[in-house]
């Protein structure tokens, strides 16, 4: 496993290779099935040339034409049964790739929802992105075609030699002769081609972006005259990408004569090594000519497995990023300790989002079960960051978050979300129907629960009249809600989940004032009976909690009741008098 500063994970071969074992093992029956048909469909093709060099050699020796019409009958039998046979072959081996590649993918979004947040963040969600889509994609093209096609010519190649050398070992060693070139012209394209194609999408993905920069940005370019500027650097790109094209044509250019001219010599070498042992009366005819006519098919697999091998090489990179998501190491372990209380405690709490540059530096704070804490202060104090440690979302960098005595980090997830959960202002809906975006939080929740966890927020009747109620597609294709309804959707997720305490970062400040006090309302009922830290970034909120916190620098400068704080003189009163004069 390797880490360049924050990125995720890269797994090494050896975990690589652990992951390919452990989806063939998954699918192992499967595997032998298509690894028998394979075998069964290249026997019939072996049947062919065998049975041809038996007839010139009966022919040479004198025969019936009765004789000679069977055995082209045998022949002909043998054709049709390779063709029906490759037929099954060939649907079971899409199936298995296409099951491979599920498992793969399924895995691999299990993997990446369960990443913790804190890593995600470090390395930026640009890294996951890339690794969902492109590396996801180069995987799919390689275990769909690439790896049954590679099972196939592997069968085949292997079978034929077996066949060759078992018709006469002698006359066999004919066919060796191409292979030093082969694999001299193998191993010479394998080493240049993934560097070689691999600069090549980098050079298109360059010149894509330019390109669409320079259509975006026309206006602006033209305003500032800086025409010429970008046609040089998209001719820049230009040339790189017709560089990189160019090496890899080269490379192309050089290796198909190469083996062109490897796969024609073994034919050639069976024929004249074999008639030199025919006229030493070693061998006859008939098996020279079956063994040439073998060297002959191998052309077509050797040619393809090189390709595929090439292809197989960039899909073990891939697999490497994808399989390296799965490396990320927790960043909290669940112990087994139970809550005594509904207490919130955070003690000498720290954090760093990059080691060595604290923004929070030692907070206290008691939260009482049923009050309502605003946290108000300065853009960029810490606010949102203690807001984050109070509901566990990642563990602080020093000093703990405890709820009834046990540190929030301590609790397994599920358990977490059911004792504190952060209300935040993104709501995505997920593609699906609304009773399972619901369940998110609650899956064994009824149908009778769902509507009671809407009519709590006040969705009740819009859910109503959706065209299937509960069961109704949303999210992107799906029924479109309003930015209004996705957050009343959210607020039903947390009436099910049901944490005793809520931190709530500013959570209705986006929406239009209309649809904003209609939510105030849901999110009312649903604040209800619950402890509350209110991230305010308006002051009329802070005026109403129990407590206000005022953040400062990372510390808890002043606390209190608002008419204290405010007769106090501090820097809450001073914030209030000008929010007062706004
Ligand atoms: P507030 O909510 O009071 O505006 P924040 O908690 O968002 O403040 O930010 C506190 C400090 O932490 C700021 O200096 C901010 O730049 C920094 N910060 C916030 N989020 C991140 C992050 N994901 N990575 C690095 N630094 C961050």
Partial sequence: MSTTANQLPIADRAEVNRTVGRLFRHHRG?????????????????????????????????????????????????????????????????????????????????????????????????????????????????VRFGVPRVLVCVVTIGLTTVASFLADPLVALGLLLGVPLIVVATRWYLKRATPGYLRESAAYATLNGTITEAVEGARTTDALHLGARVRRRIDADLREAFAAERYTLGLRLRLIPSLDSAVSIAPIAVVLWGAWLVSQDVTTVGTVATIAMYAHQMGGPVFDLVFWLDELQVAAVALARVVGVGLVGPDRVAGTAVPASEEVRAHQVRYAYREGHDVLHGIDLDLAPGERLAVVGPSGAGKSTLGRMLAGIHPPTGGSVMVGGVPLVELPLEDLRRHVALVTQEHHVFVGSLAENLRLADTVADDDRLWEALGAVDARDWAAALPDGLATEVGSGGHALSPAQAQQVALARLVLLDPHTLVLDEATSLLDPRAARHLERSLNAVLTGRTVVAIAHRLHTAHDADRVAVVDGGRISEIGPHDELVAAGGEYARLWRSWQHE
Avoid: C, W
Wanted: hydrophobic letters at 50%.
């Fill in 30 to 142: 499967q595997l032998a099935a298509v690894a028998v048909l394979h075998t069964v469909a290249a026997v019939a093709g072996l049947v062919g040339p065998f049975l041809l060099g038996r007839v010139i050699d009966e022919v040479t020796g004198g025969t019936t034409l009765d004789r000679v019409d069977r055995l082209a009958l045998v022949v002909l039998g043998a054709v049709v049964a390779q063709a029906v046979v490759t037929r099954y072959a060939q649907r079971l081996s899409m199936v298995f790739g296409e099951r491979v590649f599920a498992e793969l993918r399924e895995e691999f979004m299990r993997t990446a929802t369960r990443l913790p947040l804190s890593t995600v963040e470090k390395a930026g969600t640009g890294d996951l992105v890339a690794r969902t889509t492109n590396d996801v994609n180069k995987l799919q093209h390689a």
